[in-house]
């Protein structure tokens, strides 16, 4: 932790150290104003707002890995503490909402600190951006909303928008000052204004200046407008200790600081992962989560309401280049001087000054951009974003980010349930699968329907699933293959469903085939009954793999090349719903030693080896029965409930077979020997293919077949030996098929 520390502060160089240090002080002069109007919107007198831009400044800046991220009293949790004061019936700045508020921000503490135990900064995850940026543009409406008529000499509101714009209408008709309402909008025009060709300079300490310093001139007080009281130096003559509330009122305060710690750990959580994103450098979620909680059980301790990441202040100091937390220590440090030595000096500050600062504050924290790339680029994630900010409008800050979170899984769950789908089908000359509708030289594979389906099949998909590939067949089709490398996962339901397809097909004499998707769906498919789909071969590792065994070798045959159409019009119309749903590249292809790999093992796991002993043992039975010509074993294959097998795995039943003649040995040699050949003949043929597609995977295979011939010499030596007996006349078989291969072996054999 010390060397952490020493890193965090003394590794930049000393100019850079004067600039945060600077920017500290900027930091501290914004916040004068601003955490003063968000104190009195929590509920506070205003100069809570500057005790709380202290001590829970200090402690964030000693425990966060953000370099520049600004903490204090901020709009969010104020206005939703102000919220809580409000329901209990309190006034603003009473005493009742004085003793209440530090036990908010206790409360709020205590669940960021249950957050941090529970590791709560990875759930941030599941609130999407425009959940976020149209509940923090809520709640800076909201607030504004409360501030205007302070504007023109009113007092804040309180509720819901409905409520604030009559509030305002109220104030309007019977306290509306001219000469308040000029002064605070020319604050504002001349903060956005200035924001906007001098970004560097921090016009709102300026202005809170030049108000403050006109006072005594101008007489503001005697013109009718009204001046912030006066504030006491220091800090408050005893700590606050916050005492819990009734039994009665304990759960609704619970629930209140439960939503505040949610958007502190969202909105400064998003806010400073966005900032080290930009910057190159890795947040440490959960010590800042642990950082918030420290601030905020602090800030109770000086009777401050819940403190918060600011991005409206964090913006205006990442003008100035600043890059470690001296940031937080110089505006601490500073705020203490300006409590001590120049508090008597705020009471010279225009209310309608100060109203306009913290207004423009709000304004720049609005996400407007946002809904208008929005509306551009998505208009689903449009309507959510607004739903969030009208909800925390019309309906509460709780509320509204209920109703922006509802949507945003609501299009999760949407999107699932119509995923990205297409048919393939294949181009003359290259290489691989492609989108027909996206290629138009792309053809279908001739009697076949190859489906790509974009997304994890559940319940409330596979009827999208199996109606559009039931819309696809013809009456010529005769087989069905699934692109599954989108299917993560799937469900119970979608496994029967598989098995119900599956059989239809059947019956109507095509074969299906699902392939490409990662082993664990395998393990899925066998949890939930469908075995049957893995032992009967319907399950395949690659495309390539589920058309060899439909009889088909590459090139595979286009239905143009029989002078058909291409497409059905049932396609064509399919394809047009789904018509931006996959991009133009190849979806899978045939290189070097891809298909070669254990396929039994992927598709079956701990089951492979029952299987592989009854695909031997149905083999045997097959050859036995057949004219032991070079293409008996491939149609030896399709007499096993499995079909075609991968070369990696062929491999490894004829081990199985030839210990199977062994026993048969003994019986009938004669019968034995011809296997015995006809297996070496096979074994010469596929390692031959194998060397010349990718010598690397034969290496593999050398490496898994060592270590199979020890495992069968600890079991039974004599089986063993009689292996290895015919090992060196197997050389003489492979030397006529691939001499280079059969070099390779004899070097293994002297060196074993």
Known sequence: MKQ????????HPPRQILRDLLGGVVTAMISIPISMGYAQIAGLPMEYGLYGSVFPILLFGLLTSSRDFVFGVDAAPAALTGAAVASFGFAA??????????????????????????????????????????????????????????????????????????????????SFHL????????????????????????????????GAALTPIVRWEELGVRLLPAVSRGFPSSLTLPMLPAVDTLSDLLFSSLSIAAVILSESLLASKGNAMKDGYKLKNNREVLAYAAANAAGALVGCCPTNGSVSRTGIVRQFGVKSQWLSVSAGLCMVVILYAAAPLIAFLPVPILTAIVISALIGACEFKEPV???????????????????????????????????????????????PRAFLGVVRGREGFYPLD???????????????????????????????????????????????????SLDVTAAKQLLLLQEELERRGVRFYLTEHIGEVNDLLRQYGAQRL???????????????????????????????????PQKRKLLRVNRSSIGEGRLSGRYPGKGIRAELEWALGKDADAL?????????????????????????????????INLFDEDEL???????????????????????????????????????????????????????????????????????????????????????????????????
Request: proline share 4%; charged share 20%; hydrophobic share 45%.
């Open 654 to 752: 004829i081990d199985r077979l030839e210990l199977r003649l062994y026993a048969m040995a003994r019986r009938d040699p004669q019968r034995s020997a011809r296997l015995e050949a006809f297996l070496e003949e096979r074994r010469a043929h596929i390692e031959a293919k194998m060397w010349r597609m990718d010598p690397n995977v034969l290496q593999r295979l050398m490496l898994h077949r060592r270590h199979q011939a020890r495992e069968l010499q600890k079991k039974d030596p004599a089986a063993f030996a009689w292996l290895q007996s015919r090992r060196s006349r197997y050389i003489e078989v492979l030397e006529k098929t691939c001499p280079e291969l059969a070099e390779q072996y004899r070097k293994e054999t002297n060196e074993n």
């Open 4 to 11: 952490e520390l020493l890193q965090k502060y003394f590794s």
């Open 93 to 174: 700045a009473s005493p009742e909402a004085a003793a209440l508020v530090p036990t908010i921000s206790l409360l709020t503490a205590g669940w960021l600190l249950l957050f941090y135990f529970l590791k709560a900064g990875r759930v941030v995850q599941y609130i999407s951006g425009p959940v976020m940026s149209g509940f923090v543009t809520g709640i800076c409406l909201t607030i504004i909303l409360m501030q205007v008529p302070k504007l023109f000499g009113g007092s804040a509101g309180s509720g819901e928008a409905p409520e604030l714009i009559l509030h305002i209408i109220t104030q309007g008709a019977g």
């Open 534 to 568: 893995l032992q009967s071969g319907c399950v395949r590792m690659t495309m390539e793999l589920a058309l060899r065994d439909a009889g088909m070798k590459y090139p595979f045959p286009a239905e143009e090349e029989t002078g058909k159409a291409s497409l059905s």
């Open 438 to 488: 996206r290629n138009s030289e792309a053809r279908p594979v001739r009697h076949t329907v190859i489906y790509r389906f974009g997304g994890n099949l559940f319940f409330a998909n596979c009827e999208t699933f199996r109606s559009d590939i039931e819309s696809a067949l013809e009456e010529d089709t005769k087989v069905v293959v699934v692109h599954g490398g989108a299917i993560g």
């Open 179 to 210: 000469l308040s309402f000029l002064l605070g909008l020319a604050t504002v025009a001349v903060i956005l204004i200035g924001k906007r060709f001098c970004p560097k300079v921090p016009l709102s300490v300026v202005v809170m200046v030049i």
């Open 612 to 644: 592989k002993d009854s695909l031997a043992d149905d083999l045997l039975e097959a050859l036995t029965t057949m004219d032991l010509t070079e293409q008996a074993f491939e149609a030896a294959e399709k007499h096993t409930r499995w079909g075609r």
């Open 373 to 419: 790339h929005l509306f551009k680029t998505c208009r689903t994630e449009f309507f959510i974003y607004a739903a969030a900010a009208l909800g925390v409008l019309l309906l509460g800050t709780v509320y509204g980010v209920a109703v922006g979170v509802l949507l945003s899984f609501l299009a999760v769950i949407a999107r699932a349930v119509t995923p």
